[in-house]
């Protein structure tokens, strides 16, 4: 069914194809030029797919600034590695140090980009993490039960009152017994809709409440704005509600559904008290720039709102084959919604909706949602946009410009008289694209980045996985130019672009070191010591250019689980110490000024196992090492540590009892 579409389509879609691609598939690469020593005009933060990570880059250039470590350890910085980390990934599946990252969300005030926060979703086990603007690292992680597939996530409402979360997967509810037959789809499975509240000073996350749907697949969502602001968009397929071979099974109606929500009554009827408790596990993990440790806290309930106890809290839209992404235009009165196997784009209007709504012009009930009569809501159709569409991005000027899956290309068409007005091929198999501020009421315009999900012949050839890439489009005049190839780490899905001008002064340069409160903080040399409790052996450590306190440790025994704490002492922007010991098996850790990080390390044989700063941080940045002696289990070596000093061997015969370390 989905092949012969795709076939059929292809051939009527061939005179849209360059006939030699070279000259069109080049590019004017002078308009992404930026000078050595310039700057970039915009930060793009784009997720990273299977990796897990977030990445930062800049535009038009295209360069590569920044991996952010968010649902995937890394070995780079410690990021899930460290003592302090570690909580971080922890889920109410236990430490789970990978996921599958789709889409960002930048945080907003009054439908415009603050550069305060960007969200991001786990996909795989449902996690939102918040990443801190200032210091470009993940603040928080959210776990949220009763969901499978945390797709349509994380999108913001326009003052940052909510991220949401809908479930991919419907699947039995977290309090029943899931152990039932997969065949008993229909009466067991039920979706789930969250909406997190964000605090608008801290940023901190909390499960406001939920909403129980139909056993739906949810798979994209857009909050409202403007004119339609207190209301999300969220597009489902698997209206079906098929638990076998999808891809047929979920394509056998005409029509999915577009569910429309009015969260301002959600938000009354929870006030109402008509939410009902669910007991429930997840985990809620929390990063701390003060003690430089997170924590994670399992909790143990949400309240979730049964659409049966709520009239008019939402509705039902169909909407043409299986669609993908639902957008929200800048005004907020067009919603965009794109059937990935339909030959046309249907685009809402919110006043039509409204009116429907108190018309009554309704076409039925859907497992108890009201369906609103598609005509009634529809502002007009895209026709013949081309194949495949899957998500639409806005300049501000009227104009809207959609992805092509099937026909690799972005067509830009004009909101007000659904006008097809130009196309552009994209090098392949589009999946999202950006323009930046596009999701806003203000986008900033001027680019847009298409993200390929094929790149076939654009780049040198790695074996059998190709890069993955990102293509810079101008958007500034009336057709769209390419202009920039760039590859992307990891699978690039959303990404969302800001003004440089938003950010780039309130980076955090430093930690204070007078402000660290770390458990195990060494605030000068004179605090570096190294004590043992039971097999644990804990190392304050400091960290200064050029070297390590103490550098030499001895009576560390076999078996013994040593806990490096660095503190790096200094004060300096942009001078992180590394820290590396031979055996490792877990990571290096890296800290910033005025940070301290802990590495667990196992002493498991005899031997002398040299330790080192692993960042270049001056002339002297080989000279920052140090030695620790590992003795045999039942050894008279007493723990001792020091630094610059070389005193004759101590036995435990020559120090107090209980072989207490000494420094010197
Ligand atoms: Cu890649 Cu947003 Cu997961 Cu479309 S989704 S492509
Ligand atoms: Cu510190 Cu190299």
Same mark, same amino acid.
């Given at each position: 069914?989905?092949?012969?579409?795709?076939?059929?389509?292809?051939?009527?879609?061939?005179?849209? %194809?360059? %006939?030699?691609?070279?000259?069109?598939?080049?590019?004017?690469?002078?308009?992404?030029? @930026? #000078?050595?020593?310039?700057?970039?005009?915009?930060?793009?933060?784009?997720?990273?797919?299977?990796?897990?990570?977030?990445?930062?880059? !800049?535009?038009?250039?295209?360069?590569?600034?920044?991996?952010?470590?968010?649902?995937?350890?890394?070995?780079?910085?410690?990021? !899930?590695?460290?003592?302090?980390?570690?909580?971080?990934?922890?889920?109410?599946?236990?430490?789970?140090? =990978?996921?599958?990252?789709?889409?960002?969300?930048?945080?907003?005030?009054?439908?415009?980009?603050?550069?305060?926060?960007?969200?991001?979703?786990?996909?795989?086990?449902?996690?939102? #993490?918040?990443?801190?603007? +200032?210091?470009?690292?993940?603040?928080?992680? &959210?776990?949220?039960?009763?969901?499978?597939?945390?797709?349509?996530?994380?999108?913001?409402?326009?003052?940052?009152?909510?991220?949401? #979360?809908?479930?991919?997967?419907?699947?039995? &509810?977290?309090?029943?017994?899931?152990?039932?037959?997969?065949?008993?789809?229909?009466?067991?499975?039920?979706?789930?809709?969250?909406?997190?509240?964000?605090?608008?000073?801290?940023?901190?996350?909390?499960?406001?409440?939920?909403?129980?749907?139909?056993?739906?697949?949810?798979?994209?969502?857009?909050?409202?704005?403007?004119?339609?602001?207190?209301?999300?968009?969220?597009?489902?397929?698997?209206?079906?509600?098929?638990?076998?071979?999808?891809?047929?099974?979920?394509?056998?109606?005409?029509?999915?559904? $577009?569910? #429309?929500?009015?969260?301002?009554?959600?938000?009354?009827?929870?006030?109402?008290?008509?939410?009902?408790?669910?007991?429930?596990?997840?985990?809620?993990?929390?990063?701390?720039?003060? +003690?430089?440790?997170?924590?994670?806290?399992?909790?143990?309930?949400?309240? @979730?709102?049964?659409?049966?106890?709520?009239?008019?809290?939402?509705?039902?839209?169909?909407?043409?084959?299986?669609?993908?992404?639902?957008?929200?235009?800048?005004?907020?009165?067009?919603?965009?919604?794109?059937?990935?196997?339909?030959?046309?784009?249907?685009? /809402?209007?919110? +006043?039509?909706?409204? %009116?429907?709504?108190?018309?009554?012009?309704?076409?039925?009930?859907?497992?108890?949602?009201?369906?609103?009569?598609?005509?009634?809501?529809?502002?007009?159709?895209?026709?013949?946009?081309?194949?495949?569409?899957?998500?639409?991005?806005?300049?501000?000027?009227?104009?809207?410009?959609?992805?092509?899956?099937?026909?690799?290309?972005?067509?830009? =068409?004009?909101?007000?008289?659904?006008?097809?007005?130009?196309?552009?091929?994209?090098?392949?198999?589009?999946?999202?694209?950006?323009?930046?501020?596009?999701?806003?009421?203000?986008?900033?315009?001027?680019?847009?980045?298409?993200?390929?999900?094929?790149?076939?012949?654009?780049? &040198?050839?790695?074996?059998?996985?190709?890069?993955?890439?990102?293509?810079?489009?101008?958007?500034?005049?009336?057709?769209?130019?390419?202009?920039?190839?760039?590859?992307?780490?990891?699978?690039?899905?959303?990404?969302?672009?800001?003004?440089?001008?938003?950010?780039?002064?309130?980076?955090?340069?430093?930690? %204070?070191?007078?402000?660290?409160?770390?458990?195990?903080?060494?605030?000068?040399?004179?605090?570096?010591?190294?004590?043992?409790?039971?097999?644990?052996?804990? $190392?304050?450590?400091?960290?200064?250019?050029?070297?390590?306190?103490?550098?030499?440790?001895?009576?560390?025994?076999?078996?013994?689980?040593?806990?490096?704490?660095?503190?790096?002492?200094?004060?300096?922007?942009?001078?992180?110490?590394? /820290?590396?010991?031979?055996?490792?098996?877990?990571?290096?850790?890296?800290?910033?000024?005025?940070?301290?990080?802990?590495?667990? =390390?196992?002493?498991?044989?005899?031997?002398?196992?040299?330790?080192?700063?692993?960042?270049?941080?001056?002339?002297?940045?080989?000279?920052?090492?140090?030695?620790?002696?590992?003795?045999?289990?039942?050894?008279?070596?007493?723990?001792?540590?020091?630094?610059?000093?070389?005193?004759? $061997?101590?036995?435990?015969?020559?120090?107090?009892?209980?072989?207490?370390?000494?420094?010197?």
């Amino acid at each position: 069914m989905v092949l012969m579409v795709t076939s059929a389509c292809l051939v009527s879609m061939q005179s849209c %194809k360059p %006939k030699t691609a070279q000259s069109a598939a080049r590019g004017d690469a002078t308009k992404s030029f @930026v #000078a050595p020593g310039e700057y970039d005009e915009f930060y793009n933060i784009v997720s990273g797919g299977f990796n897990g990570q977030v990445a930062v880059y !800049g535009i038009p250039s295209g360069r590569l600034f920044r991996i952010i470590p968010v649902f995937s350890q890394s070995p780079e910085s410690g990021y !899930g590695f460290s003592e302090e980390t570690k909580p971080m990934l922890n889920t109410s599946h236990g430490f789970v140090p =990978w996921d599958d990252q789709h889409h960002i969300a930048l945080s907003q005030t009054k439908g415009q980009h603050d550069g305060r926060w960007a969200f991001a979703n786990g996909n795989n086990t449902p996690r939102i #993490a918040r990443i801190d603007l +200032t210091t470009f690292r993940t603040s928080e992680i &959210l776990e949220i039960p009763n969901s499978a597939g945390n797709h349509a996530s994380p999108f913001i409402t326009e003052n940052s009152e909510y991220v949401v #979360a809908a479930t991919r997967f419907s699947v039995p &509810l977290d309090d029943q017994n899931g152990d039932v037959p997969i065949n008993t789809y229909k009466q067991n499975f039920k979706g789930s809709i969250s909406f997190v509240s964000v605090n608008p000073t801290s940023g901190e996350m909390n499960i406001a409440f939920q909403i129980r749907t139909p056993g739906v697949n949810f798979d994209l969502s857009r909050a409202g704005k403007g004119k339609s602001h207190g209301w999300f968009f969220f597009s489902c397929y698997n209206s079906e509600k098929a638990n076998t071979l999808l891809e047929v099974n979920a394509s056998a109606k005409d029509k999915d559904f $577009v569910l #429309a929500v009015n969260w301002k009554k959600a938000e009354e009827y929870v006030k109402a008290g008509k939410a009902k408790k669910q007991a429930v596990k997840y985990a809620h993990n929390i990063y701390n720039e003060k +003690t430089h440790t997170a924590s994670s806290t399992i909790q143990t309930e949400v309240v @979730v709102l049964d659409p049966a106890d709520c009239p008019d809290m939402m509705y039902m839209i169909p909407c043409p084959k299986s669609p993908h992404g639902t957008d929200v235009d800048p005004t907020g009165e067009y919603i965009v919604a794109s059937g990935k196997l339909a030959a046309s784009i249907p685009v /809402f209007s919110f +006043t039509k909706l409204q %009116k429907a709504i108190a018309d009554r012009a309704f076409d039925g009930v859907y497992d108890g949602i009201t369906v609103i009569k598609y005509e009634a809501a529809l502002h007009g159709e895209v026709v013949k946009p081309g194949l495949g569409p899957l998500h639409t991005e806005f300049d501000g000027k009227g104009n809207a410009y959609t992805s092509m899956f099937v026909s690799s290309e972005i067509v830009k =068409w004009r909101l007000s008289d659904l006008e097809v007005l130009d196309r552009v091929d994209t090098y392949y198999a589009i999946g999202h694209l950006s323009v930046p501020g596009g999701p806003t009421a203000k986008p900033h315009g001027k680019y847009m980045i298409a993200y390929n999900k094929m790149t076939k012949d654009r780049y &040198l050839p790695t074996g059998p996985e190709l890069t993955q890439s990102a293509q810079l489009y101008d958007i500034s005049g009336e057709k769209m130019k390419l202009i920039l190839d760039f590859p992307t780490t990891g699978e690039p899905h959303y990404a969302e672009a800001i003004p440089a001008a938003l950010i780039q002064d309130k980076q955090m340069k430093i930690f %204070k070191i007078e402000e660290n409160t770390h458990a195990y903080v060494s605030k000068g040399e004179g605090q570096a010591k190294v004590e043992r409790n039971g097999n644990q052996v804990h $190392v304050w450590m400091t960290a200064i250019r050029s070297h390590l306190t103490p550098d030499n440790i001895e009576g560390v025994i076999v078996g013994d689980e040593v806990y490096f704490h660095v503190t790096n002492l200094e004060q300096d922007w942009d001078v992180p110490h590394g /820290f590396a010991i031979k055996g490792a098996n877990n990571a290096e850790i890296l800290i910033m000024p005025g940070e301290t990080q802990s590495l667990k =390390w196992v002493a498991d044989r005899t031997g002398i196992f040299p330790f080192y700063c692993t960042d270049f941080c001056s002339a002297l940045h080989q000279e920052m090492s140090g030695y620790l002696r590992v003795s045999p289990v039942g050894s008279t070596v007493a723990l001792h540590f020091s630094t610059g000093t070389n005193k004759p $061997v101590v036995s435990a015969d020559s120090v107090k009892p209980s072989g207490s370390a000494s420094g010197n």
